[in-house]
């Protein structure tokens, strides 16, 4: 052979050593790799010390793990088995961060049941633990939820059946009820001195904002009146409590517009005597209504007697003090994005927020002061990065963080050294690499709105090959899909599928529609959303246009996908437009709006508002279902506390009496975001066969004549 063939063959190798690779793990990659990786949640930092806590679950096995400085090296301190279904949640060190509470198992339903995705014949239970931080066995403190420890640590509050009760955290003592109120009681404050104890007591059409005295077992509430008070928060001092008022509006439905309404405001109380002030009131029109943020409060009192609310004034939520003496709000933050994560530090002076800033479609972090200086970035780049705390000593800050091909996972950076993994050792040895980098696309819905929406594009392509293409619908609305692995368990889940479907040879489309979150509230509150007029539906269209405009997407091989909301749009796609869609699959999706409604709202009577009824159901798949034809695979947990599973049922039924080919997946006992991991990797393999059967022919399409 000659040099030049030498040098020839020399390139080409590589080239084809790579594609040999590619195409093996594109053979070898399963499902249940990619669902693989433990996800982290509820990141709490001890708010003295430089300790850390966070939940991790590895395929369905939730556990508690800790991070202890100087090094920080993560360890696991429960050692619960098996994939149960029961979470954990509601993490919180005491003051000396030597131990750790948290509830294991879920709430109830509307009939009083809890979570038992695996039938247990014996019933499950939601309990209150507390373990030593460095680990060892995990000590039951009673029956509950929502708990918070006493400054002293000595005791823990809890709810336990809509009332107060409380228990020695450092002894064998029983739980007692502190009280016996009206109402639901919920949102358990302590008092900086520990004596006291605020509660929202909710009743219905008004919530009170009440002050229990532990010693003197006696309740006072605060300035009480005709609306529903939340969120309250102490003075530094125990001086005060503020609280948001928000008036009750008895026509307010959900799944519709809500831009304006009744203004809500901020107000003081003295704990004391009861008598209260308003501090600040919303003005009229945009930010009226009240929209919050992910945090342990909506408000924050922070340094100079400052409290920190977040505010939609401008259309988009942002961070907002005003002087607790009363006065006009001060922006904090501002732009075209929207704050999430909001965390206090020890001092007050400053805020860790993550945002979509400089970047829509992605989360960072930035530091934020409470004296209205300029926000500094913490974490730039391609990466997501969300629910950033600081250690209690001021020594780490850490973070939930993803990449496109990285899962989430636990972060910290101690002093100015760089970014690290807290737990790298907790990754499978077997997740996949090589995955896709999906591309940020903004596409024009069929009215001309424009639509951002994740391009997963199959890494082995043929020149001038059409592909089968998927087009995937979130649940919530309010929800935005990101340019990685996503910071919820439910879409963390999402996005694996579509990163395997991208590697079994489609083209995935995963859409930001209208009535979603991160791109300003006139866009989250569009007009005729939902329930009254169902104007995503063009945003569907404007998605199966697209595909279908694309070289390289067959045309006659796109389908939908989706669960919850996204099951909506899902069957909303198949029965307005089953010449455009060949295939859905539609988890546990909405299909008539006015029995949805009625789960969320029991007082919701039809009758009583006929014309919003009328609209309702045209805006539901159940309103078009004659024009159904491509084939569905419906998935439901029959204790769904979401969607009522009579959803599924009746279109199943409505389906079968004009022929359509259906095939289902039932899980009993499971709820709307499914508990068990086994139950996801079933639904999504069900799903991915599915689609394989109806959409993947033998030969591959090409634009060959």
């Not at 950033?388 to 990449?403: H, K, R």
């Not at 506390?641 to 004009?658: I, T």
Request: charged share 20%; proline share 7%; with cysteine.
């Amino acid at each position: 052979m000659s040099n030049i063939g030498l040098r020839r063959l020399a390139r080409i190798l590589p080239g084809l050593a790579i594609c040999l690779v590619l195409e093996v793990q594109a053979e070898e990659l399963t499902l249940r790799q990619v669902l693989s990786s433990p996800f982290p949640t509820s990141l709490v930092a001890a708010p003295n010390h430089g300790r850390l806590a966070w939940v991790q679950n590895a395929a369905g096995e939730r556990n508690l793990w800790v991070a202890i400085g100087p090094d920080y090296e993560a360890r696991q301190i429960t050692h619960y088995q098996g994939d149960d279904g029961q979470e954990l949640s509601a993490l919180q060190f005491g003051p000396g961060a030597n131990h750790v509470v948290y509830v294991r198992g879920g709430g109830p339903n509307q009939a009083g049941e809890l979570p038992n995705p695996r039938s247990e014949p014996d019933g499950v239970q939601q309990s209150i633990w507390i373990i030593e931080a460095k680990g060892g066995e995990p000590h039951r403190l009673g029956e509950g939820s929502q708990p918070v420890i006493s400054p002293d640590g000595l005791s823990v509050a809890f709810v336990k059946s809509g009332q107060v009760w409380i228990v020695p955290s450092v002894d064998e003592g029983k739980p007692r009820q502190l009280m016996a109120t009206r109402g639901r009681a919920g949102s358990l404050r302590f008092s900086p001195d520990g004596k006291r104890l605020a509660f929202v007591s909710g009743r219905g059409d008004h919530s009170f904002i009440g002050v229990l005295d532990i010693e003197a077992e006696k309740v006072r509430y605060l300035d009480p009146g005709l609306a529903l008070d939340q969120e309250p928060v102490w003075a530094p001092d125990g001086s005060a409590v503020a609280f948001i008022r928000e008036p009750h509006e008895r026509m307010r439905l959900p799944f519709g517009p809500r831009r304006s309404a009744l203004p809500w405001s901020i107000r003081l109380a003295d704990p004391s005597t009861g008598q209260g002030r308003e501090i600040w009131r919303a003005e009229q029109g945009t930010g009226s209504a009240f929209h919050g943020v992910s945090a342990n409060n909506q408000l924050l009192w922070a340094a100079g007697n400052r409290i920190v609310f977040p505010w939609e004034k401008s259309g988009w939520v942002q961070l907002y003090s005003v002087a607790s003496k009363g006065g006009p709000a001060k922006a904090l933050t501002s732009g075209r994005f929207e704050v999430e994560h909001v965390f206090l530090t020890r001092e007050r002076d400053e805020l860790l927020v993550s945002s979509n800033q400089d970047d829509l479609d992605r989360r960072h972090i930035w530091r934020v002061p409470v004296d209205g200086g300029p926000s500094v970035a913490l974490t730039p780049g391609d990466d997501l990065e969300w629910s950033p705390v600081m250690t209690g000593d001021g020594s780490a800050l850490a973070y939930l963080a993803s990449g496109a091909t990285t899962p989430a996972h636990a972060r910290i950076e101690v002093s100015n050294e760089s970014s690290r993994p807290l737990s790298p050792g907790s990754m499978p040895v077997d997740f996949p690499t090589g995955l896709v980098t999906p591309q940020q696309v903004v596409f024009s819905a069929a009215d001309g709105q424009k639509i951002h929406a994740q391009l997963f594009v199959p890494t082995q392509r043929t020149p001038g090959e059409k592909h089968p293409a998927v087009v995937f619908f979130h649940g919530g609305s309010r929800r935005q899909m990101l340019l990685g692995w996503h910071y919820m368990g439910y879409y963390h889940h999402a996005y694996s599928f579509n990163q395997y479907m991208a590697s079994r040879g489609y083209v995935v489309l995963s859409v930001n529609y209208r009535s979603g979150t991160g791109y300003g509230m006139a866009f989250r509150e569009a007009l005729a959303y939902g329930a009254t007029g169902a104007s995503e539906f063009n945003d569907v269209l404007g998605a199966g246009l697209y595909l279908r405009s694309r070289d390289d997407v067959d045309p006659e091989r796109i389908a939908l996908w989706g669960g919850s909301y996204g099951g909506y749009l899902t069957a909303l796609g198949l029965s307005r437009a089953s010449d455009l869609f060949a295939a859905g699959v539609d988890i546990h999706g909405v299909h008539d709006w006015n029995i949805v409604i009625r789960n969320f709202v029991p007082t919701y009577d039809a009758e009583a508002h006929d014309a919003f009824a009328k609209l309702a159901f045209e805006s539901s798949p159940m309103a078009s279902i004659s024009g159904w034809r491509s084939p569905v695979l419906l998935i439901h947990g029959d204790d769904d506390r979401n969607v009522p599973f009579s959803e599924s049922v009746d279109l199943a039924e409505a389906l079968g009496h004009q022929g359509v080919a259906l095939e289902q997946l039932v899980f009993p006992d499971e709820v709307h975001g499914f508990l068990l991991h086994q139950n996801w990797v079933s639904a999504l393999e069900s799903a991915a066969d599915f689609l394989d059967r109806k959409l993947r022919s033998s030969a591959p399409v090409t634009n060959e004549p």
